[in-house]
Every structure is written in structure tokens, then in C-alpha cells.
């Protein structure tokens, strides 16, 4: 029982891992103490609340989010960065469709002559494609974040 509360603890804890080992720790020697004084491990849990309220506890001492305010967190993660995604694909399409001109065109008038001009000029529109790549990477990572904390 008192291994399977620290587990739950140990799951639910958002801190460093020494930080989290030394909470760890002290929670063992609370179990130890309690048995001492002839605690049974069910009334010391009874006592410290579920491993959620008690990771709860030690975010709040230690000036860190809860679960609630990390879950909004995340989804607002990952939502900013769809909306990053899909605003970056959407103007590189836009300006894909509004510099695409007929093949052999000069200056945006039909004819027989075609001028290409060679340099190194960058594309805004592949950079707009890169970026919203990142922003889906980026989103995907978010995700996995997470969905590994629920």
C-alpha cells in the first residue's frame, strides 16, 4: 500500500529529479514515522490525501503549477502551436498562389520570350512551409508531453 502511494506520488511529481528524490524520500520517512508511533500506513495516506492532492501540495509549497494549471498549460501549448502551423502554411500557400504566373510571362503580360532570373534570392514561401513544419513538430511534442502527464 505504501509502495503504491509513493509510485503514485513519484508519477505526479513535475520537479527536478533530485528535487523529486529528496520529496520521495522524506515521504518514506513520514511512513517510517508514522509506523513508529503505531500509525498504520492507511491512516497516514487518509491523512496526506490522494497522490494527486499530495503532488498538488508540494507544487503549491514549492511555487510551481498544479495539474490544473499544467493541463491548461499544455493544451494551450499545443493549440498555440497549430495555429502557428496552420497560419504558416496558409501564407506560404497564399504567397505561392499569388506569385505563380503563366509560363513564359514578362511582367505579368502573356509572350514569346521567357527571362529568368537567377540569384540568391529565398523564397518566403518555403521558409513559410519550414516554419510551419517546426510549428507541427513542435505541436506533436506538446501532445506527447501531454498525454504522458494524464
Known sequence: MKEKYIQEVKKRLCVPRKQRDEILRDLLEAFESAAEHGQTDAELIERLGTPQSYADNIHEQLGLPTSKKRKKVGKLQIGGALIA?????????????????????????????????????????????????????????????YLRRR
Open 85 to 145: 502551423a496552420a497560419a504558416a502554411f496558409g501564407a506560404g500557400f497564399l504567397i505561392r498562389m499569388l506569385r505563380s504566373f503563366p509560363e513564359g510571362a514578362i511582367g505579368q503580360a502573356d509572350a514569346a520570350i521567357s527571362i529568368q532570373v537567377v540569384g540568391p534570392a529565398v523564397d518566403p514561401s518555403l521558409l513559410l512551409f519550414l516554419f510551419g513544419a517546426a510549428a507541427l513538430v513542435l505541436a506533436a511534442i506538446f501532445a506527447v508531453r
